[in-house]
């Protein structure tokens, strides 16, 4: 089985997500004090460990935060806490002062919020992203073959790779996970995929409690945007959803009008 590592993705700092909830907590509260504990301690776990979870309390008792950091298994350590680190900086500028919010990065995701999402299970889908679409029956069964490696445990534990020809898969689950709320999600994940993204050459599938992926030679050259989908941050409302190259864009365009207004 050929080895998939973070080499075959773009920086492990890139955005892919972020969700954050609408109810805001107040600064300087007791739950804010919590969620800044929480916090400082994932970016410390993050120097030694590629997972952590935790639950902060000692602001308050009536209002713990919860939360946790996941880096891709085949991330060195020192990235990990690089990528975390940058995760951390994006809740803090695109969620600042929210009650829950979780960012995914392409090497590892951080998440917090006021309720205890920890151990629980979440097949729910978060994002997708789908590669260019191609005829080829060949890529499609490559696909197939590499895709099935993952429901079927390729690798081991939470983390899965598989390989068909010129196709490469991965899979992994958040580490609060069994190892059957793992299996149920990657499978759910890998139908998800298929169903969600045809016959495109590449394709992401973000659940709430895991993820999986597929790609095959360039394929991401001519992927299309993803797509945000639902309420898997705090069990409230997602208030907001960004992506950033849309707001470049959309930056790009006011500039242009203010130039020209000035004129």
């Known amino acids: 089985m050929k080895t998939t590592t973070m080499a075959a993705f773009e920086d492990f700092t890139s955005f892919v997500y972020v969700g954050c909830s609408q109810n805001r907590y107040t600064l300087g509260s007791p739950y804010q004090l919590n969620v800044d504990s929480l916090l400082t301690t994932l970016v410390n776990a993050a120097t030694f460990s590629s997972y952590h979870d935790s639950t902060s309390a000692a602001a308050s008792a009536t209002t713990p935060s919860y939360g946790l950091f996941q880096c891709r298994a085949d991330l060195p350590v020192p990235d990990c806490a690089a990528c975390v680190r940058s995760a951390l900086d994006r809740l803090s500028s695109l969620c600042p002062s929210s009650s829950g919010a979780g960012v995914q990065l392409k090497g590892c995701f951080l998440r917090y919020a006021n309720d205890s999402f920890l151990g629980k299970p979440d097949t729910g889908l978060v994002y997708k992203k789908c590669g260019a679409a191609t005829a080829s029956a060949e890529v499609a069964g490559m696909r197939d073959a590499a895709l099935s490696a993952l429901a079927g445990g390729g690798g081991m534990g939470e983390y899965r790779v598989g390989a068909s020809g010129r196709v490469q898969a991965l899979a992994q689950c958040v580490g609060d996970q069994d190892g059957k709320q793992c299996g149920d999600c990657v499978a759910s994940a890998v139908e998800q995929v298929k169903d969600g ?53 959309v930056g790009i365009i006011f500039l242009s009008v203010m130039r020209r207004s000035g004129k």
């Open 197 to 249: 993204c045809g016959a495109a050459d590449a394709g992401d599938v973000y659940l709430g409690k895991c993820y999986v992926s597929y790609w095959s030679t360039g394929a991401y050259a001519l992927a299309s945007p993803g797509h945000y989908h639902g309420d898997h941050v705090s069990g409230r409302t997602i208030a907001i959803v960004l992506a950033i190259t849309i707001a470049v864009v």
